[in-house]
């Protein structure tokens, strides 16, 4: 394949050119094709587990972090569905305030969510992304 690139003068990136393989890392996910998976890569999961630990030892967090940690867990979402019911509180918690420097006061439901992702993102990482294997 990259002889036939080289011919026709495309020249291409090595450290972006991966040979044939069984899994692989396709934008910030991991793509099982023998498991039928997609996953998310362990340095993903280790940041969003520390958003969250953060977030559970505040009471008070501003939009701008909120946001953050929101824009993490939807991300997440692609590899960990379930954890798609559990975003509902903290996007209602996003709109109580207009600006991103005002602060959010963390409910107990909020938290209680967040427990759940922390507890999904040690164990439940994953998505079957065809259903019928043939």
């Keep these: 394949m990259t002889m036939l690139f080289k ?3 495309i020249n291409l990136a090595p450290h972006k050119t991966l040979g044939p393989c069984f899994v692989l890392e396709y934008l ?22 520390e958003s969250i630990e953060s977030v559970l030892h505040k009471r008070i967090i501003n939009k701008r ?15 960990i569905l379930p954890g798609r019911w559990f975003l509902s509180c903290l996007i209602k918690l996003s709109t109580s ?11 107990q439901e909020c938290k209680n969510d967040l427990m759940i992702w922390f ?6 990482n994953g998505v079957s992304f065809l259903c019928n294997r043939l």
């Design 119 to 124: 507890k999904f993102l040690q164990s439940w």
């Design 28 to 49: 910030g996910l991991i793509l099982d094709t023998v498991r039928f998976q997609i996953i998310l890569p362990d340095e993903k999961k280790l940041r969003i587990i």
């Design 97 to 107: 305030v207009k600006q991103r420097f005002h602060n959010v006061t963390v409910s």
């Design 65 to 79: 972090q909120l946001f953050s940690l929101l824009g993490h867990l939807q991300f997440a979402v692609l590899a």
């Design 7 to 9: 011919k026709l003068g």
